[in-house]
């Protein structure tokens, strides 16, 4: 559980490897878009500071986060990058939509990780309440998108 008032997303640039010759794939969750928008920023962001170039981070857009789980097989097998982060967010509401979406969404990014040799990194905020999305996606608790993209370019360096 993340404390209060505590930046989880900060990072040492000197313990990550250099980004600069790693692709990037990211794929972006338009529902919940203030809170997705905030994490890809975040995402993009890090990977900069650590040396990615613009040319290689490719962004691919889909309607939910259960569709997160195509956008990234596509972007795997079409656009040649080293790993993927798939951004999206989904909120706890009245019914149980929100429990059959986040496990299918876990579950079908785990089932990439095992089909493809790309690794694909859960970047899916899955939040009771819309401040709890807002703390991590740029707010009191930093960033999960900047945590994500440095996950992803410690994946890259294992595969390269």
Not at 109 to 137: E, G, H, W
Request: proline content about 2%; glycine content about 8%; aromatic content about 6%.
């Amino acid at each position: 559980m993340a404390t209060a008032n505590k930046n989880l997303s900060e990072y040492d640039k000197s313990t990550i490897p250099n980004a600069k010759n790693f692709r990037f794939g990211i794929v972006v969750s338009e529902w919940n878009a203030d809170i997705t928008e905030g994490l890809f920023k975040g995402a993009h962001k890090a990977l900069m500071d650590c040396g990615a170039t613009k040319e290689n981070i490719i962004r691919l857009n889909v309607p939910g986060s259960f569709e997160l789980i195509f956008g990234s097989k596509k972007m795997i097998t079409t656009q040649n990058v080293d790993v993927v982060i798939a951004i999206g967010s989904v909120i706890q509401g009245e019914t149980k939509h929100f429990d059959f979406v986040c496990s299918a969404t876990a579950q079908g990014i785990k089932d990439l990780n095992v089909l493809y040799d790309t690794p694909v990194i859960f970047c899916v905020l899955t939040d009771n309440t819309m401040q709890q999305a807002i703390d991590r996606s740029g707010g009191k608790h930093g960033n999960k998108g900047a945590e994500a993209a440095i996950a992803a370019i410690k994946m890259a360096a294992i595969i390269k």
